[in-house]
Every structure is written in structure tokens, then in C-alpha cells.
């Protein structure tokens, strides 16, 4: 029997070429650090610009290490001589500058700062980047989720409590709930970033130093928000919970969304309907359209329960030392990943799916959904209270389930022996009356509570999902553009510092 295959790197372990420490440990992390090169470089070039700024590094020093950093950074990450034997990009980058600078000079980059803070730092610059990818695929989603309420303003659909009619809705009206519902994971992502856009540069090993350095002065120049204060939380990600209870909140909204338009495809139901690029078709069976990307969208959403608890699972049980599980936890770029690709798919689906009205009409037609409205009728115009009117029309559907009538064949006086049979009392209606208040398209005519199913309400909730929609991108472009406004004043405190070279 076959053993188990060996990767060239555990291979390598085995042979002795390479310790594990460096199989399991620095590859990896250079793997991972690579993406996030630029960040590793702005730091540098901040870092070395306060240094000189407080006198803390010779002005000529640092007039020799900005222009290498500067085309470290330029020529990319591709381009940097990479050590395997060195641990992270930390030492990769000062290598590359003793070659050039000679050790001394290199050595100085790392004045007043250690890998702890360093790292951590970069951890907050990348993810902060990525987390706001992801705020514009909820904005992306939220846009096709009110373009797809206007197209389909006008068709009623039936409402579901314990997988039973219960009353009417309107299908714009359903989508726009999950505008809402988006609003609501756009504003855990904001709390998320707030936490995030923290700067831990300075804190050094977890007891600040002894050396003069200005942190407010690379918080700005890194487009941080605010320093984090306490020296010993420099390497803390607790945001990394923050984030990931987010993605949770959203994996499990689109969950809800493609489990309803899975379940409302089928056969029994046939609400709605997706276009071919979105199905899949049978080995077997030739009439089959499965809607396989929905499943995806459901597929994708079944490990996200356990994002948080494997987040805080990872952080248990180390204290308060500088510990790698204290760390981001390596689910962070899988989360952020997935639930930017079923975003855009959830988005893609709203846009494209296609209500079945005439199927809709036919099950409205034959639902009991609207008798809520004719308890209604009976509290406002006789005078029943809303126990008293429930009991009366409950009893008019027995009647009609037992005699095998349908909602269209009901008469005044079956609602009048209905009232005699629950009430003791005669109630009197007009057939039109009566027929009207079980109509679909009366009943959502009627409702005018804030945020229900009326017309004029449905008008309301899209004027405020759109609202809400551009307050969430003016929001995003300008933490892009303080970003932007950052590197600019860096820049020009780089051109300052290299200013009068000899």
C-alpha cells in the first residue's frame, strides 16, 4: 500500500536540505507576505521619514535609505533578491539595502521599531485595503437589489411564516429587505475598519522605547485614523474577530436569499426562474435545469458559522505574550475571499432572475393569505375585536377546507354562519365587500404602515435603499482618498528629507 505523498517542501525536511522550521514556518509566511509587499515598503519609507523628522536617525542616513526604498518599491516585489533561509520581508528588504548601502546604513531602517509592531502594522494596512473590496461588492449587491425592486415593483407574491401562506407581499418590496439587511453588514464592516485603521507602529516590542519617535506623525503618514494607545495591544488582532463576525453576518443574509430563490425555482413552487447561464443541466435527466449557482451561494455559506469561533478558538488559552496564535488567523483571506465572490454572484442573480407572474397569480388566487384583511374589515367596520375577528374568519376557512370550496366561491352567507357559529351573532357584508377584502391586490393596496407593502411605502423603502446606497460609496471613496491624501503628505516629507543632499 502507497504511503502518503510528500510535498517538495516536506521533502525537503525529510532529506535535511531545509529545517522544518523554515518548511513549516518562513516559507509560508513569505508566501503570504507577498501580497503585501507595497504595504511593507509605505512603512518603510514612513518610518525612516519620522526617524529623521526627530533627529533620531541622521538626516544623511536617511537621505541614502529613501531612494533605495523608494526603488525596492518599485521594481516590486519580483525584483527583491529573495533569501529562502531569511524569515520574512523584514529581513529580505534590509538584506537587499545592506548590499547596496552597506550594513550600517541598512541597519538603521529598523531603529525604535521591531518586527512585532512592524508586522502588525502591515497586517492593518492590507486588510483594511481588503475589507473595503468588500464593502464595494455590498454596494455592487445592494445597486442590483433595488434596480431588480423597480423592474418588479408591481408583482405580488405570497409571504411564508413556518413554510405556510401567510399574507401578501410584494416582490420589490422582498428584495429591498435585503438592501436593508446588507445596510446592516455595511455598517458591522464599518465598525470592523474603525477598529482596524488603528496604528500599532511604535509600540515596538510591546514597551514603546526609549528613543525619540512620533507616532500621531506615521499614523498620518500611513492613513491611519488614530494610534492604537496602549503599547502592549500593538500586536493584538482582535480585529480580525471584528471582521470575521461581519462576513458572517453577510454569508448568512445571501444564504437566506439563495435558500428562498432555491426553494421558490422548483418545480412545486416555479416563482421564479434563472437564466441558463446560471443553471446546470442532468447527466440523466433531459428536463432538468439545476440552478446550481444558487447551491454554490448556499455551499459557500455552510463554513462561514465557524469563521468566528475558529478565529477566537485561535486566540485562546496564550495570555498576553507575543504569541504567533495572537496573530491574524490564517481563515481571515479564505473569509474575505468567499464572501466577495458570493456577493458578486448573489449580486448577479437579483439581477437576472425572472418572477413567474402568471404562476404567482394563480397560487394567490387560491391562497387564504389574504384573510388577515377581512379580520381587519370585521374590527373596523363592526365593531368585533381583533380575538373576535379572528375567530370568525377562521372559522369561514374551516368551513370551506371541510366542503372543499375555494376561496372564490365564498359568500356572505357562509361568513354569516361562520359569526353565528364563533360569535352567537349574526355579521352582515356585501358580497363586493367581501370579495375585495380577499383580494391580493386590495390587500396591499391597503397596508400604509411605515415600512410595509404598500405602493407608496415600497416607494419610500427604494428612495432609502438608494439613499443609503450612496451615503455607503461616498463613505468607501473617501477612506480610499485619506489613503491617497496620506501617501501624497509622505511624499512630500520624503522630497523635504532628500531636499539639500550633497
Known sequence: ?????????????????????????????????????????????????????????????????????????????????????????????????????????AGALHTARSRIDQRATVGRM??????????????????????????????????????????????AHYLLSFAAKLQEDFERCQEAYNRVNRNPLGTVGR???????????????????????????????????????????????????????????????????????????????????????????????????????????????????????HGIPSHLDQALETTSDMLILAGLVASEVQVNDARVKQVLGESWSTTSNLADFLMQHRGLSIRQAHGVVARLVRMCRETGLGKAQVTPDMLEEASLISLGQSIEMSEEDLHEALDPESFVKTRTSAGSVGPAEVDNLTELAQDMLSDNRRWVMECRSKHLRAEKTLSEAIVAVLKDQS
Not at 516559507?27 to 504595504?39: A, L, R, V
Not at 464595494?136 to 442590483?144: A, K, T, V, Y
Not at 407574491?157 to 416582490?171: K, R, V
Request: aromatic share 10%; proline share 5%.
Open 1 to 105: 500500500m502507497p504511503g502518503p505523498i510528500a510535498t517538495p517542501n516536506a521533502k525537503a525536511a525529510i532529506n535535511g536540505s531545509s529545517t522544518p522550521f523554515q518548511v513549516y514556518h518562513s516559507w509560508p509566511s513569505q508566501k503570504s507576505e507577498c501580497k503585501q509587499f507595497d504595504d511593507f515598503c509605505w512603512i518603510d519609507l514612513a518610518h525612516v521619514v519620522m526617524l529623521v523628522e526627530q533627529n533620531t536617525v541622521d538626516k544623511t542616513v536617511g537621505q541614502k535609505l529613501l531612494p533605495a526604498l523608494q526603488d525596492i518599491r518599485t521594481q516590486g516585489y519580483n525584483r527583491l533578491p529573495i533569501d529562502p533561509y531569511k524569515e520574512s520581508l523584514l529581513y529580505q528588504v534590509e538584506s537587499a539595502l545592506g548590499q547596496k548601502l552597506g550594513d550600517h546604513v
Open 207 to 325: 514597551s514603546g522605547t526609549g528613543l525619540k519617535i512620533d507616532r500621531e506623525r506615521t499614523t498620518q503618514f500611513l492613513g491611519f485614523d488614530s494610534c492604537v494607545k496602549h503599547s502592549l495591544l500593538g500586536k493584538d488582532a482582535d480585529f480580525a474577530a471584528d471582521i470575521v463576525a461581519a462576513l458572517s453576518f453577510v454569508m448568512y443574509h445571501l444564504n437566506d436569499f439563495a435558500t428562498d430563490l432555491h426553494l421558490w425555482s422548483s418545480n412545486e413552487f416555479g416563482f421564479v426562474q434563472l437564466p441558463d447561464t446560471f443553471c446546470g443541466t442532468s447527466s440523466i435527466f433531459p428536463q432538468k435545469r439545476n440552478p446550481v449557482t444558487l447551491e454554490t451561494i448556499k455551499l459557500a455559506a455552510g463554513p462561514s458559522v465557524a469563521w468566528l469561533s475558529s478565529t477566537l478558538a485561535t486566540f485562546r488559552g496564550c495570555g498576553t505574550g507575543d504569541h504567533r496564535v
Open 126 to 171: 492590507y486588510y483594511r485595503r481588503i475589507l473595503l473590496q468588500v464593502m464595494d461588492h455590498i454596494c455592487q449587491f445592494q445597486e442590483h437589489l433595488v434596480e431588480a425592486a423597480q423592474e418588479h415593483s408591481s408583482i405580488i407574491i405570497p409571504y411564508h411564516t413556518h413554510m405556510q401562506q401567510a399574507q401578501p407581499g410584494n416582490f
